[in-house]
Each structure stands twice: as C-alpha cells, then as structure tokens.
C-alpha cells in the first residue's frame, strides 16, 4: 500500500504545482483560526480523499481541509492523517518548502508515512521500520546520523519564538537552519540535520507524516516532558511542543 500512496502524493503535488505555477496571482483567504488557505489546498485535498477512499473505503480520513467533529472520530483506532499541503505560507511565498503529508494512524502511533515536497520533487516515505528518500527517480534507505557540532533545524515562519531563542542559547555549540513544513523532520531522518525543537504551535497533521519518517530513520519524537508524541484521537488537534532528535 505504501507504493499507492507514493503515487497519490506525487499526483497531489501535481495538483499544488498547477496553481503554484499558475500565472494568475494567487488567491489567499483565512480560516477561522487565521491560517491561510488556497486553491492548492482545497485541490490537494480532494485528489487526497479521492484516492484514499477508492484505496481503503474502511479507514476514515482526517484531513486538515475537512476534519471531521470529534463526536465522528473519538473512537477511532485507525486513521489516515492528512495535511494536503504542508507549509502554505512558503508556498505563499514561493520559496518551494512546502510538502504534502500522508499518515497512517494505528493505536496512536503513525506506522506509515509519506512527506512529498512537490517543487523539488523528493520525496520521503516510511513503513514497517524502514524509511526511503526517492528522488529523480532513485530511492535510498536513511539513516540518523550524529555530528559535531550538531545541526538544528528550526522553522523558518516561527523563528522569533523566545522559548526556541532560550533553549538554543543554552545548548552549546550547534549551527542552525530554517526551513519550512514538515521538511525538519525529513532533515533529521536523513542524517542532515541532529535536532528539529519545537516549542510553538502545531497541529497533528503537520506532524503525523514526518514523525513516521523521522522514527523509521532512528529518531526519537517527545514532548518536553519525554513522552512520545501521541495520535489517539482527542478534541483538541493541538500537539504539545517536542523535540526530534537522535537521543
């Protein structure tokens, strides 16, 4: 299954890229907890659900676009997690660091994922406690891998945050780099980067995906008290701020 959901991700991206790409410019309107929202969202998202429902009929879908009332899900065991496009206000501002998200959800826990980054055209792909960067057409098994000093990875649209400035001050040596979307977990999967922490804001389908690729490539997802990020269904999208790391 995880090689269908390569190909539904590659032609979501599709989707995203006709309008990312598109000569008129581009319409942005809010949602009501002010993020941004555009055509590329809302076309990702239907060729998402789409494919998902033709693929398994029986796995519910949570979509950042579309999530259904907490009454609908609240017993849900099993679960796709989605974010049809993952870093809008990169793609908003064109600088390509956008992705699209792709999790299954099992007993809380993302055993299946796929982080596509439609602009540069890699793509990062987990399961069963192995994880794959496909790009140009080759696909290789990653790794975590450990440096000296480290790399930080940090997000590029929350990087005024005091505690993130706090906690870096008193980390010791380390270089850092910004970029946006669901990418920091890739980079650490891929042994690029160390330690992506987060203390701001996210919601659960911007993590689902790149926790499952993160994990599968030897890292570790916890919250600042040491618990492992946790996808049983609950009201409330919001995650507690975490850390990925190698240790």
Same mark, same amino acid.
């Given at each position: 299954? #995880?090689?269908?959901?390569?190909?539904?991700?590659?032609?979501?991206?599709?989707?995203?890229?006709?309008?990312?790409?598109?000569?008129?410019?581009?319409?942005?309107?809010? /949602?009501?907890?002010?993020?941004?929202?555009?055509?590329?969202?809302?076309?990702?998202?239907?060729?998402?659900?789409?494919?998902?429902?033709?693929?398994?009929?029986?796995?519910?879908?949570?979509?950042?676009?579309?999530?259904?009332?907490?009454?609908?899900?609240?017993?849900?065991?099993?679960?796709?997690?989605?974010?049809? #496009?993952?870093?809008?206000?990169?793609?908003?501002?064109?600088?390509?660091?956008?992705?699209?998200? +792709?999790?299954?959800?099992?007993?809380?826990?993302?055993?299946?994922?796929?982080?596509?980054?439609?602009?540069?055209?890699?793509?990062?792909?987990?399961?069963?406690? /192995?994880?794959?960067?496909?790009?140009?057409?080759?696909?290789?098994? +990653?790794?975590?891998?450990?440096?000296?000093?480290?790399?930080?990875?940090?997000?590029?649209?929350?990087?005024?945050?005091?505690? #993130?400035?706090?906690?870096?001050?008193?980390?010791?040596? @380390?270089?850092?780099?910004?970029?946006?979307?669901? #990418? /920091?977990?890739?980079?650490?999967?891929?042994?690029?980067?160390?330690?992506?922490?987060?203390?701001?804001?996210?919601?659960?389908?911007?993590?689902?995906?790149? @926790?499952?690729?993160?994990?599968?490539?030897?890292?570790?997802?916890?919250?600042?008290?040491?618990?492992?990020?946790?996808?049983?269904?609950?009201?409330?999208?919001?995650?507690?701020?975490?850390?990925?790391?190698?240790?």
């Amino acid at each position: 299954m #995880l090689e269908q959901i390569c190909q539904l991700a590659y032609k979501a991206g599709d989707a995203i890229m006709e309008v990312y790409q598109g000569n008129a410019p581009m319409a942005v309107s809010q /949602k009501s907890d002010d993020s941004p929202v555009t055509a590329a969202d809302i076309a990702a998202h239907r060729v998402i659900l789409a494919g998902l429902n033709a693929l398994t009929p029986d796995i519910p879908v949570l979509s950042e676009e579309a999530p259904p009332a907490w009454e609908v899900r609240q017993h849900w065991q099993q679960y796709w997690l989605v974010d049809p #496009l993952d870093g809008t206000k990169e793609f908003i501002k064109r600088n390509g660091e956008f992705t699209v998200n +792709i999790a299954l959800i099992e007993a809380g826990k993302p055993v299946m994922g796929v982080v596509y980054a439609p602009a540069s055209g890699v793509m990062y792909l987990a399961a069963q406690g /192995k994880a794959w960067k496909e790009e140009k057409g080759s696909r290789a098994q +990653i790794r975590v891998c450990d440096a000296v000093p480290p790399l930080v990875v940090v997000s590029r649209s929350h990087r005024d945050d005091k505690e #993130l400035n706090e906690y870096l001050k008193q980390l010791g040596e @380390h270089q850092t780099v910004s970029i946006g979307s669901s #990418l /920091k977990f890739c980079l650490v999967a891929e042994g690029k980067a160390q330690l992506y922490p987060r203390f701001g804001p996210t919601n659960i389908w911007d993590t689902g995906a790149g @926790h499952a690729v993160a994990v599968a490539a030897g890292a570790h997802v916890h919250d600042w008290t040491g618990q492992t990020l946790d996808y049983t269904p609950r009201e409330s999208f919001l995650n507690p701020g975490f850390r990925v790391s190698l240790f």
